[in-house]
Nanobody, 124 residues
Framework: QVQLVESGGGLVQAGGSLKLSCAAS????????LGWFRQAPGKEREFVAG????????AHAASVKGRFTISRDNAKNTVYLQMNSLKPEDTAVYYC?????????????????WGEGTLVTVSS
């Protein structure tokens, strides 16, 4: 089992940058695939990015490709989401999630563990 705690959210102007972090508990962090999802008010939770347990494989949603980058540091039990060129439509609660098979799912119900989320607000 793994527990996830996100941080780094906040208010930023359009065009700005933020870096989200997700710290995980547990000695087997390196076994988990990880993902970032987001949920805007009135919308369903959507996939943002995923990374394999080794970090050797990643994927990003089309809406964020070229602007966001997922990475992980297994020595620090932490996964990151670097967000650049932010747009007002990126405003959402961002969630970190883990999958015990070592990969990720683009479907929220395919992930096994979730953090509480961190709010990102992008002003125009």
């Amino acid at each position: 089992q793994v527990q996830l705690v996100e941080s780094g959210g906040g208010l930023v102007q359009a065009g700005g940058s933020l870096k989200l972090s997700c710290a995980a508990s547990g000695r087997t962090f390196y076994n988990y695939g990880l993902g970032w999802f987001r949920q805007a008010p009135g919308k369903e939770r959507e996939f943002v990015a995923g990374i394999s347990r080794s970090g050797g494989s990643t994927a990003h949603a089309a809406s964020v490709k070229g602007r966001f980058t997922i990475s992980r540091d297994n020595a620090k039990n932490t996964v990151y989401l670097q967000m650049n060129s932010l747009k007002p439509e990126d405003t959402a609660v961002y969630y970190c999630a883990a999958k015990s098979t070592g990969t990720w799912s683009t479907q929220a119900n395919g992930m096994d563990y979730w953090g509480e989320g961190t709010l990102v607000t992008v002003s125009s």
